[in-house]
């Protein structure tokens, strides 16, 4: 009986052990720096140096609060064909304070549950600038 399940250890835990690559295709995700107003973020999404269209990415606040290092969700938007997802904010850096906070710039993530154009794609974050 042992030696029965010992192969099945075995494989498990080398399946385990050969990261994201195995299950997904890697991407890439940029935060462009973003000022004025209004205020556009913008975050670039790729995957071997090709854009990936029709990616699902969410923007945050990059706050510095009473707890340490928070963010709020301000938005989600989709990739185009140039795998540009983006918001504007009309109300400027300004909108984006909330009490007992100070912005530091802002985060986008792109977590994909599904396939997208028929690709399962990794998950990647990145970190943007607010001037």
Known sequence: M???????????????????????TDTSLEA????????ALEAVLSSDGT??????VAFYT??????????????QATTDSSGVARHVVQGGE????????TLNGYKVT???LDEVNGVRYCSSSAEGSIA
Do not use: K
């Open 62 to 75: 990059r706050a510095t609060g009473p707890a340490g290092e928070e963010g709020r969700l301000i938005a």
């Open 32 to 39: 462009r720096p973003a000022s004025g107003t209004p205020l």
């Open 51 to 56: 854009p990936v269209s029709g990616g699902r």
């Open 94 to 101: 300004q909108a984006l304070y909330y009490e007992g906070a």
């Open 110 to 112: 792109f977590d994909n």
């Open 2 to 24: 042992i030696r029965n399940l010992l192969p099945v250890v075995l494989v498990a835990a080398s399946t385990t052990a050969t990261g994201c690559g195995v299950f997904c």
